[in-house]
């Protein structure tokens, strides 16, 4: 299936793709969460109920190139996001191959959704770019193994990972977080793609366009740290909740490492595709 979080009439409204249109859950059957999180966190038995409950509907419909998109999940637990999680772009970079994955957070202020503009901060400016599959987690839990990491993944989005590089390579300490988290800073979307549809996470190409232009250009194949091991290592520090998300990290092309570097201007319109996943377009004005 394939969730959205859309702008209703009523409210955001937790939707399923169906034949080009979006139809709410929630006013197909009221019995059924209007958010994407609750539906997920209720697991199998409650997305059988949300298929039998669109199967027929034929009036909570809205035209896919009319939907005003949210983040699939605008109300996530915790955003935790991996870096140098890629073999080519660690080595474009210049740094080692991390022996252990490299964490930073994000705040959900910083989401937006598919359509909303990236704004660049007046404090910052070298704010650059990032291509990223993030994960979408299902059922919660601690100390899950790598091997059953998998059944705890709900499914994936695409999300682009901005990033204010003065900010976070130029300050006392090198501050990640503070470099990575301004508002507008974690678009995601535009759907939710569930993980039964998604026969191999580790095999999906990922591209970023910037005016048309690709910048970065690679596969999934390339993470050091897959689904299971960042799932496995995270759960050993805090407890996994539905709707929790994990970026994991962005291939080479990145703009700081271009000479001359890139970095985003006022005017710019950004892609991110994810082969299977779908295209999360944001435009770039100037704060």
């Not at 299936?1 to 399923?16: D, H, K, L, N, S």
């Not at 080692?96 to 705040?107: H, N, Q, R, T």
């Not at 704004?119 to 070298?126: D, K, R």
């Given at each position: ?16 793709f169906e034949d080009g249109f979006y139809v709410d859950i929630h006013r197909s059957d009221s019995s059924l969460p209007a958010s994407v999180r609750e539906i997920i966190a209720g697991g199998p038995g409650l997305r059988r109920g949300v298929e039998q409950a669109i199967k027929e509907q034929k009036v909570a419909r809205y035209p896919a190139d009319q939907v005003k998109f949210l ?217």
């Open positions: 299936m394939r969730f959205a979080t859309i702008q209703t009439e009523y409210g955001p409204r937790a939707t399923v983040p699939p999940i605008p109300d996530p637990p915790k955003m935790v996001c991996l870096g140098l999680n890629y073999r080519d772009h660690a080595a474009e970079s210049g740094a080692a191959i991390p022996k252990e994955p490299i964490l930073f957070s994000k705040y959900a202020s910083s989401l937006i959704g598919h359509g909303d503009k990236i704004v660049l901060p007046a404090v910052s400016n070298e704010v650059d770019y990032e291509a990223e599959l993030v994960i979408v987690v299902g059922k919660g839990g601690k100390n899950i193994s790598a091997k059953s990491g998998a059944d705890h993944v709900a499914g994936y989005t695409v999300g682009h990972d901005v990033s204010a590089r003065d900010w976070q390579l130029k300050k006392d300490g090198k501050q990640w977080m503070i470099g990575k988290t301004f508002d507008t800073f974690a678009p995601t979307g535009p759907e939710l793609v569930t993980a039964d549809e998604v026969p191999d996470p580790h095999k999906l190409a990922i591209r970023l366009r910037l005016n048309g232009k690709t910048m970065q250009d690679s596969n999934t194949s390339q993470m050091i740290f897959k689904v299971g091991d960042i799932i496995a290592y995270l759960s050993q520090v805090f407890t996994l909740e539905p709707g929790d998300l994990i970026f994991t990290g962005t291939p080479p092309g990145v703009g700081f490492v271009r000479k001359p570097p890139v970095y985003l201007k006022g005017g710019d319109m950004v892609e991110v595709e994810i082969d299977g996943l779908g295209v999360l377009r944001n435009p770039v004005v100037q704060g």
